[in-house]
């Protein structure tokens, strides 16, 4: 009887220490083949690699819309609905990010924010730099002026002083035809727009639903019946992270498919 119980107990010991070992290396089997994402348990929802666990930081200029624009404090367009279903599909909480135009390339190739989403075009030049996902709108340079401007056609820009916005196609465009010195270039685009507006300049060139909605909302401008570039828009992601650029051109293909994206453009942009 005694002998019965000592057994039991050194059984129970031996068994005890087994489980516990067993149990140690089997959590750390866990550890080590997961990725580091899913080791948190609950609160990660997605495997998709980010700056930040769970979320989805969208590096933009918020001065360009009705891609981007502040409504009171708050960052809202086209651009920020499609990372929000982006963020949706993908389990990832958006982030956005305030940045100079000039700076997003950057902020993203660096790894402080995951996706760049800002109206971009794709260019071969960029390219060089930063991954760009599947195009999600098209963009068209407009040349805006005042009312009462004698500029009528691209070619009535030779020698007048033309404003941009910094490293945009359109600056890159317009220094390229017209020549650095006749190019002024602003952070903002809404700056441009008022330097033309007070006269300082003779036109801005900027792509065409921020300049229908800056010609809407400052008197005395309108828009050249003329289109200077036809450009594509998709989102960058840093070179290097196909799972991201992956997962993103998938929800984005989704998006298009189900009209989700449609239906964000048409939200901002009414078909004239
Ligand atoms: N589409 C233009 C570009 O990519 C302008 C974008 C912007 O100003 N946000 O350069």
Do not use: H
């Not at 031996?14 to 580091?36: E, F, I, R």
């Not at 969208?58 to 009171?72: D, I, Q, R, V």
């Not at 993203?108 to 760009?132: C, H, W, Y």
């Not at 300049?211 to 594509?232: F, N, R």
């Amino acid at each position: 009887m005694k002998f019965r119980k000592v057994m039991t107990l050194a059984m129970a010991a031996v068994l005890g220490a087994s489980l516990l070992a067993g149990c140690g290396n089997s959590a750390k089997d866990t550890q080590d083949n997961a990725p580091a994402e899913s080791t948190t348990g609950a609160a990660a929802t997605s495997t998709v690699p980010t700056v930040t666990e769970g979320k989805l930081i969208m590096a933009t200029n918020a001065y360009f819309p009705p891609y981007e624009y502040y409504e009171g404090n708050e960052i809202v367009g086209i651009d920020v609905e499609i990372a929000e279903a982006i963020g949706e599909k993908l389990g990832l909480e958006v982030e956005v990010q305030d940045m100079e135009f000039d700076s997003i390339i950057t902020a993203v190739s660096t790894g402080k924010a995951d996706i760049g989403l800002a109206g971009m075009t794709v260019t071969p030049e960029r390219q060089k730099n930063i991954n760009f996902t599947d195009t999600y709108a098209t963009g068209i340079q407009s040349v805006i002026v005042r009312e009462d401007s004698d500029i009528q056609t691209i070619d009535d820009l030779q020698g007048k002083k033309i404003g941009v916005q910094l490293s945009t196609t359109g600056d890159i465009k317009a220094s390229e035809q017209f020549g650095e010195e006749n190019v002024e270039k602003f952070n903002k685009g809404n700056d441009a727009v008022m330097a033309l507006s007070q006269g300082k300049i003779d036109a801005v060139i900027i792509d065409n639903q921020p300049a229908l909605s800056y010609v809407a909302s400052t008197d005395g401008l309108k828009i050249l019946d003329t289109q200077y570039a036809e450009e594509e828009y998709a989102a960058c992601i840093a070179k290097g992270n196909d799972a991201l650029l992956d997962a993103v051109n998938g929800a984005l293909a989704e998006l298009k498919e189900d009209g989700t994206i449609q239906s964000i453009l048409d939200k901002y942009i009414s078909a004239e």
